[in-house]
């Protein structure tokens, strides 16, 4: 069964040093979404992906965030610098349906992030 | 802003009880409303319901939609051990999914 590709599954760093992480969504969906989601909290939209373009990157804080998806497969999301406040579990999913986010999304198994 | 609230937000039960989870929700340009099961890895998709008075059901799940009164519940019977996880619930727009803080389930033998 295809599922959602994500690496590291965890990740310790310090506060100030650059962090990325990498999602291989399932093979033909063009639709891509990183989440960030906080213990206790529910998963929280980072940046939507269209292929290779962003669709929505609201809630992305750019001052430290970067998201990119060259080729409009596979994407790297990545941190500099990180803060203890990034500490969480960063999800990736995907979708074959575009511009229906309402739909099922596929879930990759995340990344948990610690920074100390 | 679009807003999901879940209630209760922990539940303790004994095997063979059955829960009600709810959810209600205010999303502008509502489409959906989605279930999700979240053990100590991905979200699994449960169920996705788009239109009023009409259950759904897989085994011992079952949920329902009030449009109207923009809630959903979602049930469980019979409960297992292996039914105990965070159950999130997410309002879905065209643009994007608003999930609860989930309401973490625990079964007891």
């Known amino acids: 069964e295809a599922e959602v590709a994500q690496s590291p599954r965890y990740k310790i760093t310090e506060k100030s040093q650059a962090v990325a992480f990498w999602c291989d969504p399932i093979s033909g969906h063009a639709t891509l979404y990183w989440y960030r989601q906080i213990l206790g909290q529910g998963p929280e939209l980072l940046v939507q992906?269209?292929?290779?373009?962003?669709?929505?990157d609201s809630q992305l804080p750019k001052d430290r965030f970067s998201a990119e998806r060259l080729k409009g497969v596979d994407s790297t999301l990545k941190i500099q610098p990180a803060e203890l406040g990034d500490s969480a579990m960063y999800l990736c999913?995907?979708?074959?349906?575009?511009?229906?986010?309402?739909?099922?999304?596929?879930f990759g198994p995340g990344t948990r992030l610690t920074v100390l | 802003e679009d807003k999901v609230v879940q209630s209760p937000l922990s539940l303790v039960v004994h095997e063979g009880d059955t829960v009600t989870l709810n959810c209600s929700y205010e999303v502008t340009n509502f489409r959906s409303l989605l279930w999700y099961k979240q053990e100590k890895k991905a979200p699994t998709f449960l169920f996705m319901l788009?239109?009023?008075?009409i259950e759904k059901k897989s085994g011992r799940l079952s949920s329902i939609l009030d449009k109207k009164e923009l809630f959903s519940i979602l049930n469980i019977t019979a409960t297992q051990t292996g039914d105990s996880a965070i159950y999130l619930c997410a309002g879905g727009s065209n643009y994007k999914l608003t999930f609860g803080k989930g309401t973490l389930l625990t079964v007891n033998p």
């Open positions: 788009t239109s009023s008075g």
């Open positions: 999913a995907s979708s074959s349906i575009a511009g229906a986010a309402y739909n099922e999304q596929f």
């Open positions: 992906f269209q292929d290779e373009s962003v669709v929505d």
